[in-house]
């Protein structure tokens, strides 16, 4: 028998309109099969946040459930209902267990997803924005000081040719100067001249 064919029977005869035979009761039984995990919300979420793993079996009579976890090269026993909560990361399976047999689930993995607190995210985010001023300040000091350098080269090269300049018309004043004294003194030199008696 197939174990949907569990139900109520009961017989009659064609000959005998209105005979039937008292009801019995056929229950099929038979070991798990089909035996699943599955994970509420999924099978991955945010750190701090409990997952909800359901193990599930189809047998006669119900099964007895027990959640396994393996932890490197051993297996620990975690739990034995129908459902598991943790908030741990890890492989997870699970066994269905009856008078007629028992079954293993396939090994699920959850995964926990990293999630930084509040706290640490605004003092990253702070850092970040002074961090951030800090250099647009110091841009900006570094281009006003390259331009302040620049000018006073170009004023220092400006006095420099207006001192060249100046020297040079002083130079020149003076050497006119020194020409026109010299003709002045041989002009004002007078040739001695004899006087003769008569």
């Known amino acids: 028998m197939n174990p949907t064919d569990s ?12 005979t039937a035979s008292r009801v019995i009761n056929i229950n099929v039984e038979y070991g798990p099969k089909n035996t699943s995990v599955s994970g509420r919300p999924s099978k991955e979420v945010e750190a701090g946040t409990n997952i909800t793993l359901i193990c599930s079996s ?10 396994l976890r393996l932890n490197e090269s051993h297996v620990l026993d975690v739990g034995h ?19 007629h047999g028992s079954q293993y689930s396939s090994v699920v993995t959850v995964k926990i997803k990293e999630r930084w607190p509040s706290f640490n ?3 990253l985010i702070i850092r970040l924005t002074v961090a951030v001023l800090l250099i647009v300040i110091t841009a900006a000091a570094v281009m006003k000081l390259k331009t302040r350098t620049r000018a006073e080269e170009t004023n220092c090269e400006e006095d420099s040719e207006d001192a060249d300049y100046v020297n ?10 020194r020409s026109q004294g010299e003709g002045a003194t041989g002009s004002s030199r007078q040739t001695p001249t004899m006087m003769r008696k008569v």
Do not use: I
């Open 81 to 99: 209902q129908p459902e598991l909560f943790t908030a741990d990361g890890g492989q997870y399976f699970c066994s269905a267990t009856n008078k």
């Open 7 to 18: 139900g109520n029977y009961s017989c009659s005869l064609k000959t005998h309109t209105g």
């Open 58 to 67: 189809h047998a006669n009579p119900p099964v007895d459930y027990t959640w």
């Open 168 to 177: 040079m018309t002083v130079m020149k004043k003076q050497s006119k100067g």
């Open 121 to 123: 995210r605004d003092v």
